[in-house]
T-cell receptor, first 110, second 113 residues
């Protein structure tokens, strides 16, 4: 059965980099990996997505393992505003649906 | 304008009431979504509209009735809800149904008494 696993929670210090891991061992070669985050009292927010090579945007970087069975979302300098639930969502068997798993609660300490 | 606007932000209703949640976007997106989120849980997909037609219904009870009057608007009509339906209802849109870059609204917090 396809399964995505993320740590339940992580903690980071402000202004330090944060690496949020995600395992998706049953991903296929054409499945994209999407990352969203949800800040308190807000709807989810798109962060980044990728297929094979590493991806960067103004919010974060996405490092995808060569075998694609895992990926890591990198926040280069965490701020208090980055405290949120981070969801890793591989396409996998869900077709056109964006299906959220439990995600990782990121706490940022000042 | 990359905003999805949901109204109302909060709603309290009795089990015999009829109410509607509204969602609006002006990004020209042709796919729109309803998600339900219980406290401390991830969002759960309810419905997907693709080019104003209902394309996915995740076995949602008939007391929830979606409507897409045009490409910018999405409604969720509520009737005879149960207390366990109390949740945050999130609307989202994307350029088309194959694009998984969704833009979410801030949601309507619904309480059913």
């Amino acid at each position: 059965d396809a399964k995505t696993t993320q740590p339940n929670s992580m903690e980071s210090n402000e202004e330090e980099p944060v690496h949020l891991p995600c395992n998706h061992s049953t991903i296929s070669g054409t499945d994209y990996i999407h990352w969203y985050r949800q800040l308190p009292s807000q709807g989810p927010e798109y962060v980044i997505h990728g297929l094979t090579s590493n991806v960067n945007n103004r919010m974060a970087s996405l490092a995808i393992a060569e075998d694609r069975k895992s990926s890591t979302l990198i926040l280069h300098r965490a701020t208090l505003r980055d405290a949120a639930v981070y969801y890793c969502i591989p396409d996998m068997e869900y077709g056109n649906k964006l299906v959220f798993g439990a995600g990782t609660i990121l706490r940022v300490k000042s | 304008d990359t905003e999805v606007t949901q109204t109302p932000k909060h709603l309290v209703m009795g089990m015999t009431n009829k109410k509607s949640l509204k969602c609006e976007q002006h990004m020209g997106h042709r796919a729109m979504y309803w998600y339900k989120q219980k406290a401390k849980k991830p969002p759960e997909l309810m419905f997907v509209y693709s080019y104003e037609k209902l394309s996915i219904n995740e076995s949602v009870p008939s007391r929830f009735s979606p409507e897409c009057p045009n490409s910018s608007l999405l409604n969720l009509h509520l009737h005879a809800l149960q207390p366990e339906d109390s949740a945050l209802y999130l609307c989202a849109s994307s350029q088309d149904p194959l694009v998984k870059k969704l833009f979410f609204g801030s949601g309507t917090q619904l309480s059913v008494l």
